[in-house]
């Protein structure tokens, strides 16, 4: 998922991103991976990456509160929905753990 947010606007996107994290860490599924990443040279633009072990797993988290209360102030901040794209994993090397 991407999305971006007008100058000046950064920081309410990092609080709504905050708040999100703070309630996966309260109930979120187990068996998900989250991540965000905001771009390092244009500001605004922002990247949020999840994987999860079953598609079960996915589907409850998409419908769940918590996803759409996320989704949904993503959309006020930035005036449209973020926008999606399903991703295949190709490949993965993992050293850092």
């Given at each position: 998922m991407s999305f971006s947010v007008q100058e000046g606007r950064e920081q309410s996107a990092q609080k709504v991103i905050a708040r999100y994290f703070d309630a996966?860490?309260?109930?979120?599924?187990?068996?998900?991976?989250?991540?965000?990443?905001?771009?390092?040279?244009?500001?605004?633009?922002?990247?949020?990456?999840k994987s999860f072990k079953k598609e079960?797993?996915?589907?409850?988290?998409?419908?769940?509160?918590?996803?759409?209360?996320?989704?949904?102030?993503?959309?006020?901040?930035?005036?449209?929905?973020p926008s999606f794209s399903r991703l295949e994993q190709q490949q993965t090397f993992e050293s850092i753990y």
């Open positions: 996966l860490d309260k109930h979120g599924p187990g068996g998900m991976r989250s991540q965000c990443y905001a771009d390092h040279d244009r500001d605004g633009i922002f990247v949020h990456i079960s797993v996915a589907n409850h988290h998409f419908r769940s509160a918590t996803f759409r209360e996320y989704i949904e102030q993503l959309a006020m901040l930035c005036g449209a929905e």
